[in-house]
C-alpha cells in the first residue's frame, strides 16, 4: 500500500479565526513545518515575528491573491510567481492585497531535527 496523505485545505483543522490552516499535521509530517497562511483583503495584523529563538528559515510561497511581506523594512511584492525565503532572525510581517492572500509557509532550522510546535498539533475534536 503506497504512504501518502491526500486532503483539501477546506477539509483541514484551522486556528486564529480561520488565518492558520494546520498542514503538517492534517497531513501527517514531521520532518519539517507547514502551515497555509489565509488573509482576507487588506489585512495588516499579521503578527511581526522572528524564529531566532528556534532558528528556523521559512519559504513562502504565495498560491492565490495578492500582497507583500516586509522583512526587515524591505517590502516584497507577493504573487503566486514568487517564492520568498527569510532567515531566523530576520523580522518578518505579511500584509494581504484587495484579493486578500493565501500562501504556503515552509520551514526548519538548518542542521537540526525538526521540533513540532504545539499551537500546529490538531485540537481534540
Known amino acids: ?3 501518502y496523505t491526500a486532503k483539501r485545505i ?25 502551515q ?7 489585512y495588516g495584523d499579521y503578527p511581526e515575528h522572528d524564529h531566532l529563538a528556534d ?9 492565490g491573491g495578492s500582497g507583500q511581506i516586509d522583512v526587515e523594512g524591505e517590502r516584497v511584492e507577493l504573487s503566486p510567481e ?9 523580522k518578518r510581517k505579511i500584509f494581504s492585497g484587495p484579493d486578500g492572500l493565501r500562501l504556503l509557509a515552509v520551514g526548519g532550522a538548518p542542521g537540526q531535527a525538526y521540533k513540532i510546535a504545539q ?5 481534540a475534536s
Do not use: W
Open 10 to 34: 477546506d477539509e483541514m483543522q484551522a486556528a486564529f479565526g480561520g488565518g492558520m490552516v494546520k498542514v503538517r499535521a492534517e497531513l501527517g509530517v514531521s520532518s519539517f513545518g507547514v
Open 82 to 90: 514568487m517564492l520568498v525565503r527569510v532567515g531566523p532572525g530576520a
Open 36 to 42: 497555509m497562511i489565509q488573509l482576507p483583503p487588506n
Open 55 to 63: 532558528g528556523q528559515e521559512e519559504i513562502y510561497f504565495p498560491l
Open 1 to 3: 500500500m503506497a504512504d
Open 119 to 123: 499551537f500546529s498539533e490538531l485540537a
